[in-house]
């Protein structure tokens, strides 16, 4: 069975960083775009970052750019999420996604097919 486990989630201040891991099993991350999307307190799930299952695609929200890096260790089997200058708004909880069979990175939640539990992240102003 497919796993995906999200670690990294914490409580930092305003303009601090925080790097999460998305630890993968059952499942090959270089053959599987994969994204972070994250879910605020009464908001709906919003996308944060994909990265192409080759490597070489990555896409942010407008939000997290320049301050977001997506990234991934093939020989760790392991997705991650560098976060730095966070701010109050990025209080959420943050998931981590898998899509397969399709050649483009998405920002669509309904292609991803498998997903993490969940870790959250909650920054103090």
């Known amino acids: 069975q497919v796993q995906l486990v999200e670690s990294g989630g914490g409580l930092v201040q305003a303009g601090g960083s925080l790097r999460l891991s998305c630890a993968a099993s059952?499942?090959?991350?270089?053959?599987?775009?994969l994204g972070w999307f994250r879910q605020a307190p009464g908001k709906e799930r919003e996308f944060v970052a994909t990265i192409s299952w080759l490597g070489g695609s990555k896409d942010y929200a407008d939000s997290v750019k320049d301050r977001f890096t997506i990234s991934r260790d093939s020989t760790k089997n392991t997705l991650y999420l560098q976060m730095n200058s966070l701010q109050p708004e990025d209080t959420a909880v943050y998931y981590c996604?898998?899509?397969?069979?399709?050649?483009?990175?998405?920002?669509?939640?309904?292609?991803?097919?498998?997903w993490g539990q969940g870790t959250q992240v909650t920054v103090s102003s």
């Open positions: 059952k499942l090959t991350v270089s053959t599987y775009n």
């Open positions: 996604a898998a899509a397969g069979g399709i050649g483009r990175t998405t920002r669509n939640a309904y292609e991803y097919s498998y």
